[in-house]
């Protein structure tokens, strides 16, 4: 009775939702028929055949309205599992240990079609439990609220989530610490992983590998925390929009956005990036969507099949999954499936491999046909996963628009759409489905793992579903529990269970406890995939210092499996072997395999670079870079570690600390300078190390330590900014009074740290303009990547000022100021373009303890293109702005604004 009730009520709630929006629509009278926009061709190739009469709006269905316009291949059902009016335009799901369905809810997505108040801090992240068994998640929280467009959301542990917001720089963890089903706690994970442009084009979907890394699209590196603080590593550009997956192996496949297809497969990421031909079969460009008749591809016409007015070529994509669930049909299992919310299709692709290359093929392109098609307009397939129950889950977003508001002005072809159509009416719904098959029951036992002893995690290890395997192995990872490393030990060398056994492989190395002896053993098994295993999983140990391992890579490039050997040539690449080069060219003589040959020879000879990636170092950073690793491993690495871990000395206890994912190395430059010049001694955060000191280096030249700071900030699994030998020469100077070498504590007080935005700071501009459809139009956005501008050309006197909730003392300002065409500029292939320079010519830097009375602090700063540091005599204050002493005159026809993005503030404690 009480499972009626709730879906009865579940029922009512969304047919008042739905009646609400025919109510509006009924309201709403027909409008004159749309007009071609003055000055567009009719007879353009986007334009021609267009049908702008009007027409009936498009209505949201209900549940049962809507299940009956799938088209499903025989045996397959759709369920929902959550729907609206509990969650709204969801856009990720994922599971935890315990089998709670965490939602991403971009609840401002889209709410017209200028994507106003869409960075409006709106969005939530619910979980959900279904906790009677029937298999509807009918129990749920707001997890945390309040976001401003929310990038992904990756369970962490019990009661606890990663996530970030668009613009921002910075990873949180939230968890739940009274167990209300609310994270009350919110901890800094790490920084430096947003990306500027709108919010199609920033970083999504953090995805924890099965190398116990960190992914996530757009970026070209992976993260993965350690004791010591979250280490990363360079990869290859994945070029994706919405989506992350991996098959049994652990190889990830990424998925694009505009392009339509998947972006990144064919090999490991972080190996990087190669010019394979022919990934995707002929024709798999093509989808076979029903015919939904709006015709509202952004396109325009010639990108629509007539007369259905269905998508004749995939123009974007999200979400994806290997299928690796045990209760659908065995001839899916390490199926790739994806949305193409455009097409209204989910897509089935079989990953076909030969000599070592994958090409992609759709598997009902030959019945001219999808895996799933329906002919509600509304149908918008964002996510799927592989589910606990050992099905799959597909969200759909069940939305008017999909496309972003930079795409769809006033004007524009799919404005005409929209308008013709009352897209832009349905939003706020959402819905998220199970697909089934009347051949097979779903798995009704609910996991509970993080309440489960590690040695019955292990058995999950053995587990049919994919997901449950890949669970077990984060949650014992997490538990940094060693008691199961005997029995992980044996299910690595011994198992019957082949992905089992790869399990056992990567959490061995994710608690630490991967041994030398073990890869070994594991590079001369039978089957294949453990010897490719054994060799990606030693990478791990090589950095370590393990350097007898190069003679396994050298016997592995004769393997019989010419898989194992494109592993070899990977890892020695990987892991830079000397004389990795000669073994490859050794290799391609005897080796005539097509994956051999073409990683083989674009390793020797690299295809050009295409600059999918931030720009590349300059000779000069390169340099830089090389003598100082050189320095690195000669001196420094006899305490902290070939890899910067720090040098075990046993019983937990390091002989220097770890400078690999340090945060404290990697925030304001001057720490590390002046460790490096007056040395430190005593506990650091109440550690201490057997080492016991750094000594003095103050007797080498500014180079030298300009040399060794940037590559520990740069070399050693951290991103950080460049150390000029001219900073190290200032900071010598006004250090030089120094005695003796530092203690932990004193050092801290003296350098500068960054003064973190809140709600208690009140930002003021004399100008402010919206810098992208949809944006905020605040100065609050110089802090982020959204940037602030004066939307004006630059005038003596504008002004920037910051409040603060009390006096500061401040020492540095650093801003980024952007190019961009000139006004009304659309350059084409071959052209120079013209741009604007948007950077402040001339900046006096003010201060003030009562908003009224301002002193000049620094005068005459002048600005430059690109990143911009104001350095500061120490100032107390409370007030601070930055006000131009001088304009610049531009042509009528353009404007030069005032721009500032990715702000920070420096000051000391």
């Keep these: 009775m009480k499972k009626l009730v709730l879906l009865s009520l579940a029922g009512m709630l969304t047919l008042a939702v739905l009646a609400s929006f025919h109510s509006t629509s009924s309201r709403i009278s027909s409008v004159d028929t749309l007009k071609i926009p003055d000055g567009v061709d009719p007879n353009d190739e986007n334009w ?14 209900t549940i049962d309205e809507q299940l009956k316009k799938f088209l499903l291949p025989e045996g397959y059902q759709m369920q929902p599992v959550l729907t609206e009016p509990q969650i709204q335009q969801p856009a990720e799901i994922v599971f935890d240990g315990n089998g709670r369905m965490y939602v991403l809810e971009l609840r401002s ?10 960075l409006e801090p709106t969005s939530r992240i619910s979980r959900w439990e279904d906790k009677n068994n029937d298999g509807i998640y009918e129990t749920g929280t707001t997890f945390v609220d309040g976001l401003i467009f929310p990038r992904f959301v990756l369970p962490y542990g019990k009661n606890s989530i990663l996530t970030m917001e668009s613009d921002q720089d910075n990873i949180y963890k939230y968890t739940d610490t009274n167990g209300d089903g609310k994270a009350d706690k919110k901890e800094f994970f790490t920084n430096k992983y947003g990306r500027s442009g709108n919010v199609e084009h920033q970083q999504a979907f953090l995805f924890y590998g099965m190398d116990n890394w960190l992914y996530s699209t757009y970026n070209a590196f992976r993260i993965r925390e350690t004791p010591s603080g979250i280490i990363r590593e360079k990869t290859g550009a994945n070029r994706a929009q919405w989506g992350i997956t991996q098959d049994d192996d652990g190889k990830l496949y990424f998925q694009g956005g505009a392009s339509g297809v998947p972006s990144h497969f064919q090999f490991p990421i972080q190996y990087g990036n190669f010019e394979v031909p022919n990934e995707l079969a002929p024709g798999f460009v093509v989808p076979y969507g029903a015919a939904v008749k709006v015709s509202d591809m952004q396109g325009g016409m010639d990108e629509i099949r007539q007369p259905d007015g269905s998508l004749n070529r995939v123009t974007g994509s999200a979400g994806n999954d290997i299928f690796r669930g045990d209760r659908l049909p065995a001839t899916l299992r390490g199926q790739l499936f994806y949305g193409e919310p455009v097409a209204r299709i989910v897509r089935q692709i079989n990953p076909v491999k030969n000599e070592g290359l994958t090409t992609l093929h759709n598997v009902y392109q030959d019945q001219k046909s999808e895996f799933i098609r329906s002919t509600d307009p509304l149908f918008r397939p964002i996510d799927m996963a592989t589910a606990p129950d050992g099905t799959m889950y597909i969200v759909d977003m069940y939305h008017g628009i ?7 002005p006033k004007g524009s072809y799919l404005r005409m759409k929209i308008e013709q159509y009352k897209l832009d009416k349905v939003v706020g719904l959402g819905r998220i489905w199970r697909v089934s098959h009347e051949g097979f029951k779903r798995d009704t036992k609910q996991p509970r793992m993080y309440d489960d002893k590690s040695a019955t995690l292990v058995t999950y290890l053995n587990h049919p579903n994919g997901w449950w395997q ?6 014992l990872v997490q538990r940094h529990d060693k008691s199961v490393v005997p029995a992980l030990t044996a299910m690595a060398l011994k198992g019957t269970n082949v992905n089992g056994r790869i399990h056992a492989i990567w959490t061995l190395e994710g608690l630490g406890a991967l041994k030398v002896s073990t890869v070994t053993h594991l590079a001369g098994d039978a089957n294949p995939r453990i010897r490719i295993q054994a060799l990606k999983a030693s990478e791990t140990l090589y950095k370590a210092g393990e350097k007898g391992l190069v003679d396994l890579y050298t016997k592995a490039l004769k393997d019989k499996d010419n898989e194992v050997v494109m592993q070899a040539i990977f890892t020695q690449k990987f892991l830079m072997v000397p004389n990795h080069e000669s073994s490859i060219k050794t290799t391609l003589v005897s080796n005539k395999s097509a994956g051999v040959k073409l990683i083989g020879e674009q390793i020797i000879s690299p295809p050009k670079s295409r600059n999918f990636n931030a720009p590349e170092l300059s000779k000069e950073q390169k340099g830089i870079l090389e003598r100082g690793e050189l320095v690195f491993a000669e001196l420094c690495s006899q305490c902290h570690g070939n890899d910067g871990m720090g040098k075990s000395m046993g019983n937990g206890k390091l002989l220097a600390p770890a400078l690999a994912g340090s945060f404290r190395i990697q925030q304001h430059p001057e720490y590390a300078v002046r460790v490096l010049l007056h040395g430190l001694e005593g506990s650091i955060e109440g550690k201490t190390y057997a080492g016991g000191l750094m000594q003095s280096m103050k007797e080498q030249s500014d180079q030298w330590i300009s040399d060794v700071v940037s590559y520990i900030r740069n070399g050693l699994s951290n991103d950080a900014s460049f150390v ?11 250090t030089n009074k120094q005695a003796g070498m530092y203690k932990f504590e004193s050092l801290l007080k003296q350098v500068p740290v960054e003064f973190i935005p809140d709600q208690s700071w009140k930002f ?3 100008h402010t303009a919206s810098t992208r459809v949809g944006g ?3 100065p609050k956005s110089a802090f982020n990547y959204e940037g602030w501008s004066t939307g004006k050309t630059q005038e003596k006197d504008m002004v920037f000022q910051v409040e603060f909730p009390a006096e500061f003392t401040f020492s540095e300002f650093h801003f980024t100021s952007n190019s961009g065409f000139k006004k009304g500029q659309r350059p084409k292939a071959g052209e120079t373009p013209e741009f604007t320079h948007t950077y402040p010519r001339n900046i006096t830097v003010e201060a003030s303890t009562n908003g009224s009375d301002w002193k000049v602090v620094q005068a005459n700063v002048k600005g430059t293109q690109g990143d911009n540091i104001i350095t500061l005599p120490a100032t107390r204050a409370k007030f601070m702005r930055l006000k131009l002493a001088e304009g610049v005159t531009a042509a009528v026809d353009d404007v030069t604004p005032w721009s500032m993005r990715s702000m920070k503030i420096f000051g000391l404690r």
């Design 724 to 734: 000029s030998p001219a900073q190290v020469a200032a900071i010598r100077a006004n």
């Design 764 to 766: 003021y501009a004399s």
């Design 402 to 408: 999909i496309q972003e508001g930079q795409w769809t």
């Design 48 to 61: 021609k055949g267009i049908d702008l009469l009007p027409k009936a709006p498009v209505q949201p269905l």
């Design 109 to 118: 997505y889209m709410l017209d079609a200028d994507s106003k108040n869409e």
């Design 470 to 475: 890949d669970m077990a192995q984060q949650v």
């Design 776 to 778: 905020n139009a605040s």
